[in-house]
């Protein structure tokens, strides 16, 4: 299976255990990648996510609480003009001497909040 085939494989995988939304990334160009939205609208709790891959191609004057989003593989997790811009990071391979991290993100009763967790370790075990 090539390497594009496997990201297909990932995506049928998660969705055979939950609903799964994801928008189309820069790198997203195997020919089954373009149904994959590049903009995404949900209504979680009665607050409304925006997701995009790029912030860059996200407009503002689109209605939402918040806009979450990749790219840039650098986490973010603040307001702005009253929304939350939430980027997770990276849990992967470490790319562009960034920090491992994931996100997780609340949505509830008294808004949206998310919260950057640090994968990095300050030891290596290696099982020696």
């Known amino acids: 299976m090539g390497n594009k085939d496997a990201d297909k494989a990932i995506l049928e995988r998660l969705e055979a255990i939950a609903p799964v939304h994801c928008v189309r990334g820069n790198i997203d160009t195997a020919a089954w990648s373009a149904s994959l939205p590049l903009h995404q609208d949900l209504i979680v709790n009665e607050w409304h996510l925006h997701l995009v891959h790029r912030l860059e191609d996200f407009d503002p004057a689109t209605p939402c609480d918040a806009v979450l989003h990749g790219h840039s593989h650098k986490p973010r997790n603040e307001y702005q003009s009253g929304r939350l811009l939430f980027n997770p990071g990276a849990a992967g391979k470490r790319r562009f001497k960034l920090p491992i991290t994931l996100g997780k993100l609340w949505v509830g009763q008294h808004g949206v ?10 030891t290596v075990d290696r099982g020696k």
């Open 113 to 122: 909040r998310g919260e950057i967790l640090s994968l990095e370790r300050n």
